[in-house]
């Protein structure tokens, strides 16, 4: 399979994938071209794998981890929209976290190993041995980081006050 062929094949899912686990589509877009720019010269290597697109998630998981860790210091956090803080509060937690908005946050909250794994198994919709593959890990890892990551928000659903998510 030619790259570029590839490349349109898997352009838009890679894209909603990085823009699922970063939270931000514009860094999703550079991380996706990044990972594209990288894996070309690899490109006969990586075509005769198993899942060539397992290996381009895993290099835009390693481009993300990479982007939070030197970026992490500089990190700024919105204030909350004042008119956001005027709309009641709903007492249903799945309401509560139905925007996208909020629930980036949420997920920006994590690690980036355990915000990975759960966007890989509920966005994405793999197993367990395909996300061992992409975060370069073993199957119980990826159960251990998935149930870590879903105790934490669930944690945050119940510590929240009541404001926030007004």
């Known amino acids: 399979m030619e790259f570029e062929e590839f490349c349109r094949g898997q352009l838009s899912g890679l894209v909603r994938f990085a823009a699922a ?6 860094l999703a877009q550079d991380l996706v071209q990044d990972a594209l720019v990288r894996t070309w010269p ?3 290597k990586v075509s005769r794998m198993d899942r060539p697109d397992l290996y381009l ?3 835009v998981v ?7 860790r030197r ?3 500089r990190s700024v956090r919105p204030s909350p929209d004042p008119v956001e803080a005027t709309h009641p509060v709903t007492a249903d937690p799945a309401a509560r976290i139905a925007d996208a908005h909020q629930l980036a946050e949420l997920l920006g909250r994590l690690n980036g190993r355990q915000r990975a794994a759960i966007v890989l198994r509920f966005y994405e919709d793999r197993d367990d041995a395909e996300i061992a593959e992409v975060l370069g890990c073993e199957p119980s890892t990826v159960r251990s980081l998935v149930s870590r990551g879903l105790s934490a928000l669930r944690l945050q659903l119940h510590t929240e006050p009541a404001e926030a998510w007004s």
């Open 71 to 73: 970026w992490y210091q």
């Open 21 to 26: 686990l970063t939270g931000d589509t514009a």
């Open 42 to 44: 690899r490109w006969p």
């Open 62 to 68: 390693n481009g993300h981890l990479t982007w939070r």
């Open 57 to 59: 998630r895993r290099v």
